[in-house]
């Protein structure tokens, strides 16, 4: 995927391990709308490929704005993007969405836990913007510990819209989704985006209110999978093609070993740029990117599997 020279323009410390970077095309191109709630592949100053969300109002077209957690076992990504200075350059993909907002809903709930407020603020200037009925529930440990908080308290799109849950004990907060679920329509979608504990106790509390699939969810880690029975199996690809892929390869490195270029970039199932067609056969999901319905015909390449022994597969 070609990447796009962005120039650092503006840093803010919104906490104190959350930074975030304002950036802006270095040929000095308007923006086109992304949308909302997606995601880039940021290549930092060590040269590693990450994932962000972007956090900016979608239709700006002069900069976009995305949050770092410098996280406390950085292997270089997130503690080097904590490093650049203002004038810096960073190379940006394209923006890639996982996590869209509904049609056809009558309300919109979004639920963020931390560092997870990131994707769902741009679904709120987005929501606002398109005059829908939502909410913002942001949870985090405290206030010091909580970005853009000033702007969620402050500007027209979000004061009215947000409610702020600092320092609710994880113990506490089903109770408190199970409260807000009870008072939901069925059309509402819900929407969240934080650590996999946080985003199990919403999806628990509001699918019964408002079934599965109007439960949205982002993740920023991969799922845990147990590969100990991992089988081989044959790949077909649209071109008539055909790859064994050994119990201990991912179809997508056998394709690679192969000479097939594939867009990748996780390499665990989180970002979706492996994700491909599936013409025939059984896939064994195991990605923590695609929703149920895009599951009836993908496949994230570089973890999920087969169930039968032969898959036919489109890349796109
Ligand atoms: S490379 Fe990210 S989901 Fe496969």
């Known amino acids: 995927?070609?990447?796009?020279?962005?120039?650092?323009?503006?840093?803010?410390?919104?906490?104190?391990?959350?930074?975030?970077?304002?950036?802006v095309r270095q040929d000095?191109?308007?923006?086109?709308?992304?949308?909302?709630?997606?995601?880039?592949?940021?290549?930092?100053?060590?040269?590693?490929?990450?994932q962000y969300s972007l956090c900016s109002p979608p239709d700006d077209p002069a900069s976009i704005l995305i949050a770092v957690k410098r996280e406390a076992e950085s292997r270089g990504g997130s503690a080097a993007l904590?490093?650049?200075?203002?004038?810096?350059h960073l190379k940006v993909s394209r923006p890639r969405n996982l996590l869209s907002i509904a049609d056809g809903a009558d309300q919109h709930v979004l639920v963020a836990g931390g560092i997870?407020?990131?994707?769902?603020?741009?679904?709120?200037?987005?929501?606002?913007?398109?005059g829908a009925d939502f909410q913002l529930h942001y949870f985090a440990r405290?206030?010091?510990?909580?970005?853009?908080?000033?702007?969620?308290?402050?500007?027209?799109?979000?004061?009215?819209r947000v409610r702020l849950h600092f320092g609710v004990p994880r113990a506490a907060q089903p109770a408190l989704f199970l409260e807000l679920a009870a008072s939901l329509t069925p059309a509402t979608h819900v929407y969240t985006c934080g650590p996999d504990g946080f985003m199990a106790q919403v999806i628990a509390a509001f699918a019964p209110?408002?079934?599965?699939?109007?439960?949205?969810?982002?993740?920023?880690?991969?799922?845990?999978v147990d590969?100990?029975?991992?089988?081989?199996?044959?790949?077909?690809?649209?071109?008539?093609?055909?790859?064994?892929?050994?119990a201990d390869r991912s179809i997508l490195a056998v394709l690679e070993e192969n000479g097939i270029e594939v867009f990748k970039s996780c390499e665990e199932g989180i970002c979706g740029s492996c994700v491909s067609g599936v013409l025939e056969g059984t896939p064994d999901h195991r990605d923590s990117c695609l929703t149920a319905a895009d599951r009836e015909h993908q496949m994230a390449l570089c973890v999920s599997r087969?169930?039968?022994?032969?898959?036919v597969i489109e890349l796109y």
Do not use: W
Request: include cysteine; glycine fraction near 6%.
């Open 1 to 23: 995927m070609t990447n796009i020279l962005f120039r650092v323009v503006e840093i803010v410390d919104e906490t104190p391990d959350i930074r975030a970077l304002r950036l």
């Open 116 to 130: 997870g407020v990131t994707p769902l603020l741009s679904m709120a200037y987005e929501l606002y913007a398109c």
């Open 306 to 311: 087969a169930l039968s022994d032969k898959l």
């Open 227 to 246: 590969t100990s029975s991992d089988r081989p199996f044959t790949v077909e690809l649209d071109t008539g093609e055909i790859f064994d892929v050994p």
């Open 209 to 224: 209110a408002v079934g599965d699939e109007r439960v949205h969810v982002e993740h920023f880690v991969a799922a845990e």
């Open 28 to 50: 000095g191109q308007r923006l086109k709308p992304y949308q909302a709630g997606a995601h880039i592949d940021v290549v930092g100053p060590t040269g590693l490929l990450r």
């Open 82 to 88: 904590h490093e650049v200075r203002v004038g810096d």
């Open 142 to 160: 405290s206030r010091s510990e909580a970005a853009f908080v000033d702007l969620l308290e402050e500007r027209v799109e979000f004061r009215d």
